[in-house]
T-cell receptor, first 117, second 109 residues
Framework: DAGVIQSPRHEVTEMGQEVTLRCKPI?????LFWYRQTMMRGLELLIY????????DSGMPEDRFSAKMPNASFSTLKIQPSEPRDSAVYFC???????????????FGPGTRLTVT | RKEVEQDPGPFNVPEGATVAFNCTYS??????FFWYRQDCRKEPKLLMS???SGNEDGRFTAQLNRASQYISLLIRDSKLSDSATYLC??????????FGTGTRLTVIP
């Protein structure tokens, strides 16, 4: 089975440009999470969805960040405009529906390494 | 205050050594705890859950002390392949997880 798929794997962009990160969760998983990882702050939860509905976006740093999940198999995280301090690895993860055995385990995608110059 | 705090290390140990990692969590109502492993430039993956009574998986032993809000991971007979960053994780409300910043382990030949 395919795991969580993220694209692009690497993104280098200039400050002020729009960046869109994409994620396809594992089929049958109804939770989807977006994380950001930096050396200084570790892994931070940005937002998560359940059944395509945003549940908690309190981790989104500011209005420049937005996330959507138009259907069960696709989500995007957009940064507009991007800034150098947004440079990080962005992970998408998914998990099984609540109540199913092992639902707490989150399966991570390979990440998108974003560099904003 | 952070939800989960870990000693960042790094820990450099020889092959065959025993090494222990610790972390503390801030929410006394937390019910579920885990250790994830992250290899260099890779994604985190679940290593093991942590049960109240303590649990073992081969060379790995996880323990929980609710009174002290403290979680530990013990690795016996360290292998070169154990070199990674180990993330202490606490489940929050609903299904979200809080990750520690990780403890980096390097096993030296």
């Amino acid at each position: 089975d395919a795991g969580v798929i993220q694209s692009p794997r690497h993104e280098v962009t200039e400050m002020g440009q729009e960046v869109t990160l994409r994620c396809k969760p594992i089929s049958g998983h109804d939770y989807l999470f977006w994380y950001r990882q930096t050396m200084m702050r570790g892994l931070e939860l940005l937002i998560y969805f359940n059944n395509n509905v945003p549940i908690d976006d309190s981790g989104m740093p500011e209005d420049r960040f937005s996330a959507k999940m138009p259907n069960a198999s696709f989500s995007t995280l957009k940064i507009q405009p991007s800034e150098p301090r947004d440079s990080a690895v962005y992970f998408c993860a998914s998990s099984l529906p609540y109540g199913q055995g092992g639902f707490y385990e989150q399966y991570f995608g390979p990440g998108t390494r974003l560099t904003v110059t | 205050r952070k939800e989960v705090e870990q000693d960042p290390g790094p820990f450099n140990v020889p092959e065959g050594a025993t090494v222990a990692f610790n972390c503390t969590y801030s929410n006394s109502a937390s019910q579920s705890f885990f250790w994830y492993r992250q290899d260099c430039r890779k994604e985190p993956k679940l290593l093991m859950s942590v049960y109240s009574s303590g649990n073992e998986d081969g060379r790995f032993t996880a323990q929980l002390n609710r009174a002290s809000q403290y979680i530990s991971l013990l690795i016996r007979d360290s292998k070169l392949s154990d070199s990674a960053t180990y993330l202490c994780v606490v489940k929050g409300g609903w299904n979200n997880l809080f990750f520690g910043t990780g403890t980096r382990l390097t096993v030296i030949p």
